[in-house]
């Protein structure tokens, strides 16, 4: 693995955690930050690739903002190659707007991230909650009046292939969506209208054959290009 190899190189740099079984990606990252030893801590998928100053422009809006607990940006989809873009995940720069984006969708790159760890751990850490493990946190956070901020650049490179939107269905898939929604709605982050409006498209998301749940995405929840 490429980790250990810089694990060996440089001892004190590195920490690699590991587990004889899966634990579920939740447990992980949990398990993952508590280990952290600095307050700033960033996120990244293993099939996902970072621009080279993508921290650096992160840590740079935390240290002059030092209101925001959250920073993320601006993700560029590809399947093969990062030189053939499929698609952008475009979403809203300041917080008030995020907060209301949250709303509908989730509202941040879990990739794109970086957080304050003694803000996470403050609302509970991540939980056990599949496939919704990021959206479930930010929405404690914003309870917990952290303030967000979306970079308006491309700082991470997303990997969508068919799998990716394999993913995003199933029967799987639908039972923690409804049951990650119906929390929400419980505890009063979403409304009556909201909650229904937004969980009925969500279904029919998920029932739909994989080539049609691609369509819908880079049709209505994606753009083809990002304006500067």
């Known amino acids: 693995m490429v980790i250990e190899e810089y694990q060996k190189k440089y001892e004190t ?6 587990h004889e079984k899966n634990l579920g990606l939740g447990k992980s990252l949990a398990i993952g930050l508590q280990a952290c030893r600095n307050e700033y801590v960033a996120r990244l998928d293993s099939d996902d690739i970072a621009e080279k100053r993508r921290c650096e422009k992160e840590l740079e809006q935390l240290n002059q903002h030092p209101e925001l607990d959250v920073v993320g940006s601006l993700v560029a989809e590809f399947c093969h190659s990062i030189k ?3 698609s952008y995940h475009w979403l809203p720069e300041k917080n008030d707007k995020i907060c ?3 709303k509908t969708r989730n509202p941040c790159a879990h990739s794109s991230i970086m957080m304050k760890k003694s803000k996470v751990l403050a609302v509970g850490n991540y939980r056990d909650y599949r496939y919704f493990e990021d959206y479930d946190l930010w ?13 308006q650049e491309v700082l991470v490179y997303m990997r969508a292939d068919e799998n990716f939107y394999q993913r995003r269905g199933g029967i ?9 929604k119906t929390e929400q709605w419980k505890n009063g982050f979403y409304s009556w209208h909201s909650y229904l409006t937004t969980t009925t498209v969500h279904i029919l998301v998920c029932l739909v054959p994989n080539r049609i749940r691609k369509w819908i995405y880079l049709r209505f929840l994606r753009k083809k290009e990002i304006k500067k």
């Open 13 to 18: 740099l590195f920490q690699v955690i590991s």
């Open 84 to 86: 053939e873009i499929t």
């Open 100 to 102: 209301q984006f949250a």
């Open 139 to 151: 929405i404690r956070m914003m309870k917990d009046k952290c303030q967000f901020y979306n970079i």
């Open 172 to 180: 799987s898939y639908l039972q923690q969506m409804l049951k990650f």
